[in-house]
């Protein structure tokens, strides 16, 4: 059983940096890819970043690059997202999310088998 907690989200203004949360706990993280998808109300659940916890490997959709770094700390088994440069667009409900690394990571939710609650996050224009 995996356990993934976000926090960090909250309100602010278009051009303001955020900085996400995910802490998990359960199995070996060594053996999973973390990611971070995104869910607008009335839209589908996004792809953001994801990183491989044994490679570091990083990846990330187009939307986000240059302005949104994940990262990993693997002494206290917490995954980061840094937002900078915010925009009203990326308002929306965050979530952590993880699978199984098999040497690739996944940009589908429907292939992490573990997630968070979610944590939302309001950019104001």
């Known amino acids: 059983q995996v356990q993934l907690d976000e926090s960090g989200g909250g309100l602010v203004q278009a051009g303001d940096s955020l900085r996400l949360s995910c802490g998990a706990s359960?199995?070996?993280?060594?053996?999973?890819?973390l990611g971070w998808f995104r869910q607008a109300p009335g839209k589908e659940r996004n792809f953001v970043a994801a990183?491989?916890?044994?490679?570091?490997?990083?990846l990330y959709a187009e939307s986000v690059k240059g302005r949104f770094t994940i990262s990993r700390d693997n002494a206290k088994n917490t995954v980061y997202l840094q937002m900078n440069s915010l925009k009203p667009e990326d308002t929306a409900v965050y979530y952590c999310?993880?699978?199984?690394?098999?040497?690739?990571?996944?940009?589908?939710?429907?292939?992490?088998?573990?997630w968070g609650q979610g944590t939302q996050v309001t950019v104001s224009s």
């Open positions: 999310a993880a699978h199984y690394d098999r040497g690739t990571i996944k940009v589908h939710s429907t292939e992490y088998g573990y």
């Open positions: 359960g199995r070996t993280f060594s053996r999973y890819a």
């Open positions: 990183i491989s916890w044994s490679t570091g490997t990083t």
